[in-house]
């Protein structure tokens, strides 16, 4: 299944298509198990027994267990699915978008009060622009 | 006859959700927000709209992956605020209006749009949060609710030409729907976000402006645009945007703009609202 070229043209960005769907599918799975208050509460007590559960492969459930976000972007995840991981964990959309972007929260918020990240460079690999 | 009297497009970023049920409302970084949307509160007193169609995409709240509907339509007497990790908003149930909802889908479908008619479903911040910023906080919602529920999460979503040919179908049923109604119809999501990787944090507000410009000044502009140029311009998430183009069908040619609103930032989104009058009214 050919993949269209442009959609992995955006620098640090992937794009949920349809490689990245089949490719996650468990990983988004056991992220959506974590919608129910008790399923949270199995992962939570032995997080990797809850991750076994799951015919995920080992690559994704250490990434889970490494809170590596853009790890589990690579390999599948979908970022309102692993959204049920941070908030599991208590935490917000800006801590994780922080986090995948290697900035402090602090420099994260100010730079978005500051207007946010510029698109400037940031449009496509091939063009540099 | 029902009719669809105007349009209004907002973000519904969850955070603000959140601040409204947290109290923060008067917080130095949220009051900008929801004073954006003073006008939108006291215009709708007026309007007194019966429905709300109002199109929202679901974050993995009603849809996993085991079913991803492109267009799907509410068709319930009701539909609870889903639990998205936090326990439920404390909002009202959002009651539907089951007549016309499935008025709409058996419109829409005999008019060759395929939706998928949803009889249970709960519904998350997209379709809350507009709400919320518009009624405030209240006991009861006073309008019933469509929920026109479209994927932008899985890649691809439908092309910006396609959602406003369904909005112009949508108009098409409200119109042959015998009961006198005031139907207004909503989009939601957007703009300028992304929410994932490396880019997280990016926000346009020459492109933004622009399509709001656009909406009513060049709405062909807006259905021609590809997904890749919503996706490189607007951020990853920025591609909700296609759904207001729902709304903006559903109006057709020459609305005109009554008010709008921008704001940067509301956590990792930049916050765009307008509310439009169809030319015929
Ligand atoms: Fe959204």
Redesign the interface.
Same mark, same amino acid.
């Given at each position: 299944m050919s993949e269209p070229e442009d959609l992995l043209d955006i620098p640090g960005t992937t794009v949920f298509t349809a490689a990245q769907s089949r490719r996650g599918f468990h990983l988004n799975q056991f992220c959506m198990s974590l919608m129910k208050a008790e399923s949270r509460e199995a992962f939570k007590a032995d997080e990797r027994a809850y991750l076994d559960r799951w015919p995920m492969t080992d690559e994704q459930k250490q990434a889970v267990l490494d809170r590596d976000y853009n790890r589990m972007l690579g390999l599948g995840g979908n970022i309102y699915f692993l959204a049920k991981i941070f908030a599991t964990d208590g935490k917000s959309f800006q801590y994780a978008a922080s986090l995948m972007t290697g900035m402090s929260q602090e420099d994260y918020v100010a730079m978005m009060i500051a207007g946010g990240r510029s698109p400037d460079g940031l449009r496509s690999i091939r063009e540099g622009n | 006859m029902a009719r669809i009297t105007a349009g209004l497009a907002t973000s519904h970023v969850?955070?603000i959700g959140a601040a409204l049920d947290l109290g923060k409302t008067q917080d130095d970084y949220w009051k900008p927000v929801f004073a954006g949307y003073d006008w939108a509160k006291a215009w709708v007193k007026d309007e007194k709209p019966d429905v709300v169609i109002l199109v929202y995409n679901d974050?993995?709240?009603a849809f996993?992956?085991?079913l991803i509907p492109t267009f799907a339509i509410g068709c319930a007497e009701s539909f609870s605020p889903a639990?998205? /990790?936090?326990g439920p908003r404390p909002v009202p149930v959002v009651e539907g209006h089951p007549d016309l909802a499935w008025h709409i889908a058996q419109s829409t479908i005999l008019d060759e749009f395929d939706m998928t008619i949803v009889n249970k479903m709960d519904v998350d911040h997209g379709l809350t949060v507009p709400l919320s910023l518009v009624f405030g906080q209240v006991d009861k919602w006073p309008v019933k609710v469509i929920p026109i529920a479209v994927n932008v999460?899985?890649?691809p979503p439908p092309t910006g030409n396609r959602c406003w040919k369904l909005g112009e179908a949508i108009a098409r049923a409200v119109e042959s729907f015998p009961e006198d109604l005031n139907v207004q119809i909503w989009g939601t999501g957007g703009m300028?976000h992304?929410?994932?990787?490396?880019?997280? /944090? !990016? #926000?346009?507000?020459e492109?933004d402006t622009a399509f709001l410009d656009k909406l009513t000044a060049d709405p062909e502009a807006l259905r021609a645009m590809k997904h #890749?140029e919503y !996706?490189?311009?607007s /951020?990853?998430?920025g591609i909700e945007l296609v759904m207001w183009l729902i709304m903006a069908g559903a109006l057709g040619r020459g609305a005109q703009e009554l008010h709008r609103f921008y704001h940067?930032?509301a956590?990792?989104t930049?916050v765009g609202h307008i509310v439009l009058r169809p030319s015929q009214t």
């Amino acid at each position: 299944m050919s993949e269209p070229e442009d959609l992995l043209d955006i620098p640090g960005t992937t794009v949920f298509t349809a490689a990245q769907s089949r490719r996650g599918f468990h990983l988004n799975q056991f992220c959506m198990s974590l919608m129910k208050a008790e399923s949270r509460e199995a992962f939570k007590a032995d997080e990797r027994a809850y991750l076994d559960r799951w015919p995920m492969t080992d690559e994704q459930k250490q990434a889970v267990l490494d809170r590596d976000y853009n790890r589990m972007l690579g390999l599948g995840g979908n970022i309102y699915f692993l959204a049920k991981i941070f908030a599991t964990d208590g935490k917000s959309f800006q801590y994780a978008a922080s986090l995948m972007t290697g900035m402090s929260q602090e420099d994260y918020v100010a730079m978005m009060i500051a207007g946010g990240r510029s698109p400037d460079g940031l449009r496509s690999i091939r063009e540099g622009n | 006859m029902a009719r669809i009297t105007a349009g209004l497009a907002t973000s519904h970023v969850p955070a603000i959700g959140a601040a409204l049920d947290l109290g923060k409302t008067q917080d130095d970084y949220w009051k900008p927000v929801f004073a954006g949307y003073d006008w939108a509160k006291a215009w709708v007193k007026d309007e007194k709209p019966d429905v709300v169609i109002l199109v929202y995409n679901d974050h993995a709240s009603a849809f996993s992956l085991e079913l991803i509907p492109t267009f799907a339509i509410g068709c319930a007497e009701s539909f609870s605020p889903a639990d998205e /990790g936090f326990g439920p908003r404390p909002v009202p149930v959002v009651e539907g209006h089951p007549d016309l909802a499935w008025h709409i889908a058996q419109s829409t479908i005999l008019d060759e749009f395929d939706m998928t008619i949803v009889n249970k479903m709960d519904v998350d911040h997209g379709l809350t949060v507009p709400l919320s910023l518009v009624f405030g906080q209240v006991d009861k919602w006073p309008v019933k609710v469509i929920p026109i529920a479209v994927n932008v999460v899985q890649y691809p979503p439908p092309t910006g030409n396609r959602c406003w040919k369904l909005g112009e179908a949508i108009a098409r049923a409200v119109e042959s729907f015998p009961e006198d109604l005031n139907v207004q119809i909503w989009g939601t999501g957007g703009m300028s976000h992304q929410l994932q990787g490396p880019r997280a /944090g !990016l #926000i346009n507000r020459e492109f933004d402006t622009a399509f709001l410009d656009k909406l009513t000044a060049d709405p062909e502009a807006l259905r021609a645009m590809k997904h #890749i140029e919503y !996706l490189r311009e607007s /951020g990853s998430e920025g591609i909700e945007l296609v759904m207001w183009l729902i709304m903006a069908g559903a109006l057709g040619r020459g609305a005109q703009e009554l008010h709008r609103f921008y704001h940067v930032p509301a956590s990792n989104t930049a916050v765009g609202h307008i509310v439009l009058r169809p030319s015929q009214t």
